[in-house]
């Protein structure tokens, strides 16, 4: 991976109305926001809004297959998660990763730290999350190799 990289990861996910019941009521978020479409009507949005935490957890997971697949070895956390515009049913989610940094790992040298910017955008191209991530990752066995590292 290289610093400035972008990644679009392909294919997108579009969110259902059950998608979101399901995620929501899994999680016990009982929030009425996303379960109660007569009082939902009466918001500012009109209507039932995605769970947040499920817009989240599909923007990472559109990107494990490109990036994490088996190389991932932890998640080590999120500095920073923005929703500037909420996802509604029916909504088409694409997602893309900037790298903004790596290093190598100073107590486990196979290993490093690489810095992820996610950002998700809706079928009409408005961003609806980014997310900054921090994971723990295999060093390529290549780099190694080039390293002199066993």
């Known amino acids: 991976m290289?610093?400035?990289a972008v990644y679009v990861h392909s294919p997108g996910r579009t969110v259902t109305e059950a998608d979101n019941v399901l995620f929501t009521t899994q999680t016990m978020n009982t929030q009425s926001l996303h379960l109660d479409a007569a009082w939902s009507a009466d918001t500012?949005?009109?209507?039932?809004?995605?769970?947040?935490?499920?817009t989240l957890s599909t923007l990472v997971g559109l990107s494990v297959a490109q990036l994490t697949q088996?190389?991932?070895?932890?998640?080590l956390g999120f500095s920073?998660?923005?929703?500037?515009?909420?996802?509604?049913?029916?909504?088409?989610?694409?997602?893309e990763t900037l790298i903004l940094g790596k290093r190598?790992?100073?107590?486990?040298?196979?290993q490093g730290i690489v810095e992820f910017e996610h950002t998700a955008r809706n079928q009409d191209g408005v961003v609806v999350a980014v997310a900054k991530r921090s994971t723990l990752m295999q060093v390529s066995p290549e780099?190694?190799?080039?390293?002199?590292?066993?």
């Open 80 to 95: 920073e998660v923005t929703f500037p515009a909420p996802m509604r049913h029916g909504d088409t989610l694409y997602a």
């Open 143 to 150: 780099a190694l190799a080039a390293e002199g590292v066993a």
């Open 44 to 54: 500012e949005f009109g209507e039932p809004l995605v769970n947040s935490m499920f």
């Open 104 to 110: 190598r790992s100073r107590s486990r040298p196979h």
């Open 70 to 75: 088996g190389t991932i070895v932890a998640n």
């Open 2 to 4: 290289e610093e400035g």
